[in-house]
């Protein structure tokens, strides 16, 4: 029998985050072009290199999850040639959407040809765990949304060298959980099932602490919605646990709308073309969009801390609380600035890897002893 593969994917409105065991984490934006049937081919170009996969995603999917039998671009490679790009709608539901599947998929492909990369037919076994937002999330759509990844689906990946890469993926079982509560299990335990000790300071001492048996806030700042997920330890609680409705994606496109009106020769024409200029500091016109962005982006970072302080003062005594997401990178300076303006610094932790934490938390899910548990309870074998 194969060897069964853990991962953890976070299929989110801005981006994937995949997380294998053993592995570096992978980030595709979530963008795609759809490949017209007939394309030219000129086989001249070298295969593309391990390390370079996930910039250069032309993969052909086939999936019982999934409508049609289709051939994509995805992620940066549709910046980079040019290509006009579908993103998810603001409204979206994730667990209907194809477009979590599309991306899913392709990141546990590319994972299997990172450790097999001369092979041309892949088989992959995984075990995995995927979310849901908060507002959207039901028993009903979780086990839904599982259910669609699991079993056999198929990815080729197209290398400009005219090679195809066969990946045949296995997903031998699947668990949804909520977004937050998921990055949740990343800051009590780590993968191997071990206690994770934090250092934080207690009376001008530095100490250790871990999260078991305390109450704590997560608050994951995302694209297209923000998770506020009280939990005890890893157990989520429901009653004081509130998604909202937005994220950063709003404020992004009003400063491209902005940035249009005044750049019309140097259209920005998606978020993640926004975010390969933002975050690139040495892009051209960095400067010129980060000016452009600074009101728009305090003013979302005063809405998110009113909001976090609320949620800190409703569960009263100071709770620990852990800010994470893209969006806790994109605003943590504007975030703290204002967090010490208020004297409200206390116990309020940005972790380092903002983007992964979800993504490593359902990751430490899979590798868990209850993921084994419900998995032999519904297949009856492990
Ligand atoms: N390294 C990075 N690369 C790309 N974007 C980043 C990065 N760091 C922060 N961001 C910003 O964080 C925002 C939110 O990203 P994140 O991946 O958390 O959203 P998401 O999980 O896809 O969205 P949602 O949770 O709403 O579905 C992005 O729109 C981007 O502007
Ligand atoms: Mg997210």
Redesign the pocket.
């Known amino acids: 029998m194969s060897k069964t593969r853990k991962a953890g994917a976070?299929?989110?409105?801005?981006?994937?985050?995949l997380c294998v065991k053993g592995q570096e984490p992978i980030?595709i934006?979530?963008i795609y072009s759809i490949v017209p049937g007939l394309t030219p081919s000129f086989f001249e170009e070298a295969d593309i290199a391990p390390s370079e996969l996930e910039k250069n995603i032309d993969v052909t999917i086939s999936s019982v999850a999934l409508n049609e039998k289709r051939r994509y671009i995805i992620g940066e490679k549709v910046i980079t040639d040019k290509l006009s790009g579908s993103e998810?709608e603001s409204k979206s539901d994730?667990s209907t959407d194809e477009l979590p599947v599309i991306m899913t998929l392709t990141g546990l492909a590319i994972s299997a040809m990172k450790e097999n990369p001369e092979l041309d037919r892949i088989d992959a076994n995984f075990d995995l765990s995927v979310a849901l937002?908060v507002l959207t999330i039901t028993p009903e759509n979780a086990k839904h949304n599982a259910e669609r990844f699991m079993g056999t689906h198929t990815v080729t990946f197209h290398h400009p060298s005219g090679r195809n890469v066969v990946v045949t993926i296995k997903i031998e079982y699947c668990k949804c959980l909520v977004?937050g509560g998921s990055g949740s299990w990343g800051i009590v335990y780590d993968e191997k099932g071990q206690v994770v000790k934090h250092k934080v300071e207690l009376n001008d001492n530095i100490v250790d602490v871990d999260f078991v048996n305390k109450m704590f806030l997560s608050f994951?700042?995302?694209?297209?919605?923000?998770?506020s997920v009280v939990s005890k330890g890893v157990v989520f609680n429901p009653r004081l646990s509130e998604g909202l409705h937005y994220?950063?994606?709003e404020s992004?496109l009003n400063v491209i709308k902005i940035w249009n009106r005044n750049n019309p020769r140097q259209t920005i024409d998606n978020?993640t073309e926004?975010?390969e200029i933002?975050?690139n500091s040495e892009h051209p016109r960095h400067n010129r969009l980060r000016d452009a962005a600074e009101n728009a982006f305090y003013q979302l970072a005063n809405r998110l801390v009113t909001a976090l302080l609320n949620k800190i003062d409703e569960l009263k005594d100071d709770p620990y609380a852990f800010v994470y997401?893209?969006?806790a990178?994109?605003l943590k300076d504007s975030m703290l600035k204002i967090l010490k303006e208020k004297k409200r610094l206390t116990n309020v932790v940005f972790l380092k890897d903002?983007?992964f934490v979800?993504a490593r938390g359902l990751l430490v899910y899979t590798c868990s002893a209850r993921f084994e548990e419900m998995k032999l309870k519904q297949l009856g074998v492990v």
């Open positions: 976070d299929a989110g409105n801005n981006s994937l985050k980030l934006p979530s998810m994730k937002p977004e994951d700042i995302g694209a297209g919605t923000t998770e994220g950063v994606k992004i978020i926004f975010n933002y975050f997401g893209g969006g990178a994109l903002p983007i979800n």
